[in-house]
């Protein structure tokens, strides 16, 4: 892989890691305790609630996992190591790489996983 692909998958790397950490920001609030005054928000409405909140905190551990992968890449990029299977050794196919640049393995030892 040259310098100017490494490059690119960089700032696919930290675009995806951007876009991440402003969705962060924007579902806070979706996480939060779900209210469980039956005075105030009727039973269907908290089962509701309690619903979104139980989604909402499934995306934030997903989002989570994927910071995770991307600074695994970024660390990847650094040490001269990203494009290469992170089992074998072997170079990952730069078409899975474009799909998700985050990838640490090639088709072989992902589909042994």
């Known amino acids: 892989m040259n310098d100017l692909d490494l490059e690119k998958f960089k ?3 930290l675009l995806q890691q951007q876009e991440l ?3 962060k920001q924007r579902s ?8 469980l005054d039956q005075s105030s928000v ?4 908290r089962m509701d609630a309690m619903q979104s909140q139980a989604m909402a905190l499934e ?14 890449a970024l660390e990847r990029i650094e040490e001269g190591e ?7 050794e072997e170079e990952i196919n730069r078409r899975r790489l474009e799909v998700d640049p985050t990838n ?3 088709v072989l030892c992902a589909s042994k996983m």
């Not at 009727?42 to 409405?45: A, I, K, N, Q």
């Not at 990203?82 to 074998?88: D, F, P, V």
Request: glycine residues 4%; hydrophobic residues 30%.
């Open 82 to 88: 990203y494009g290469y299977c992170a089992t074998c």
């Open 104 to 106: 640490p393995f090639c």
């Open 28 to 35: 806070r609030k979706s996480t939060q305790p779900v209210n």
């Open 59 to 72: 995306s934030k551990r997903r989002r989570e996992i994927q910071l995770t992968r991307i600074s695994a």
């Open 11 to 13: 700032q696919l790397v």
């Open 42 to 45: 009727g039973r269907l409405s």
């Open 21 to 23: 950490i402003e969705m």
